[in-house]
């Protein structure tokens, strides 16, 4: 079985995995397999140098994400151009995960809908917040202005209700996370002596 997790920026995706961790299932997040398939010699990096120029390298040849987040996110053609590069390898990743894997998958995925990844997971987890919580959680990472800017750009947590079988709404503490995974794979019949 495939899980696919999604939620917005802050949701707690992240958390979420070490607890599907804790719980025995095999979990791999999508922003890491994006720095694996974006290191230097890698496939999909050329590919991006060849869209959007050399200049989104370090000297020593890793990728600048600043330098590709300036170019990419200021034109909407951009983004899908980069996600029309990126999602392609990421999935490629992913599918050769999953199949080398015993037992079931959870994948946190950012752009799970976006990046048509939904299609290959068997159920869809939306982990949803108050915006006053992402915005704290995301505090020393961004500035409101930012996070507000970026987040405005990923789907809704209505969007993302509508369109997932099961929602955790993640506002409280970490124990309050764990109790409802736990719960969730309970109800759908997996690890109910976990």
């Not at 979420?16 to 095999?26: E, H, R, T, V, Y």
């Not at 959870?106 to 799970?112: F, T």
């Not at 290959?120 to 987890?125: A, G, P, Q, R, V």
Request: include cysteine; glycine fraction near 8%.
């Amino acid at each position: 079985m495939v899980i696919g997790l999604c939620g917005r920026m802050g949701a707690g995706k992240s958390e979420a995995l070490k607890i599907f961790s804790s719980f025995g299932l095999n979990v791999i997040d999508c922003d890491d397999v994006s720095r694996l398939v974006c290191a230097p010699g890698k496939p999909c990096l050329a590919e991006l140098c060849v869209a959007f120029g050399k200049d989104i390298l370090f000297p020593d040849g890793t990728l600048d994400r600043a330098a590709l987040a300036a170019k990419c996110f200021a034109s909407e053609e951009k983004t899908r151009a980069l996600n029309a590069i990126t999602h392609r390898h990421i999935i490629d990743y992913i599918r050769n995960w999953v199949k080398s894997c015993q037992g079931d998958c959870v994948v946190a995925a950012p752009l799970l809908f976006e990046s048509g990844f939904d299609k290959e997971c068997d159920i869809k987890l939306a982990l949803t917040a108050p915006m006053e919580v992402l915005l704290q959680r995301m505090s020393g990472r961004y500035t409101e202005a930012d996070f507000k800017a970026r987040v405005k750009k990923q789907y809704t947590d209505k969007f993302l209700i509508q369109n997932c079988e099961y929602v955790i709404e993640n506002g409280d503490t970490v124990e309050e996370l764990k109790t409802k995974i736990e719960l969730f794979l309970q109800c759908i019949g997996k690890y109910g002596n976990a």
